[in-house]
């Protein structure tokens, strides 16, 4: 399922072929596997995501048709953009960690 483009993945979650829980384990787990050689992460909030799948699923459930268009589809948020509870490093250790936790609603959103 991962190498669909994310409107499939939405389509297939929404047929239920696959559960955004199942979906975010799958990256999850290539993350894992990959990541120390690519380092391509600076931070991967594996609790965070694993729980937003789960509300995910549960609300694909209840209001299918309401769910926008990417819902329960895994993304990943580049550190350059504040997240509740992560460093905002830009990519740069000179940088540390940033300020004071943020608490706007974008921010909260459960990100790889």
């Known amino acids: 399922m991962i190498w ?3 409107i499939e993945q939405s389509q297939a979650i929404r ?7 199942e979906l ?3 990256y999850l787990e290539r993350i894992g596997r990959l990541d120390p050689s690519l380092r391509s992460f600076v931070a991967v909030d594996t609790d965070r995501a694993l729980a937003a799948a789960e509300v995910a699923d549960v609300q694909v ?5 309401e769910a ?6 895994p993304i990943s948020v580049k550190d350059v953009i504040d997240v509740a509870g992560l460093a905002t ?3 740069s250790l000179g940088w540390g ?5 943020i608490t706007n609603q974008p921010s909260r959103r459960a990100a790889l």
């Not at 047929?15 to 829980?21: D, F, G």
């Not at 926008?68 to 589809?73: S, T």
């Open 97 to 101: 960690p940033s300020g004071p936790p």
């Open 15 to 21: 047929r239920k072929e696959v559960s955004s829980l």
């Open 89 to 91: 490093t830009h990519s």
């Open 24 to 26: 975010t384990s799958e």
């Open 61 to 65: 459930q209840i209001h299918q048709e």
């Open 4 to 6: 669909l483009d994310a």
């Open 68 to 73: 926008g268009l990417l819902h329960g589809v």
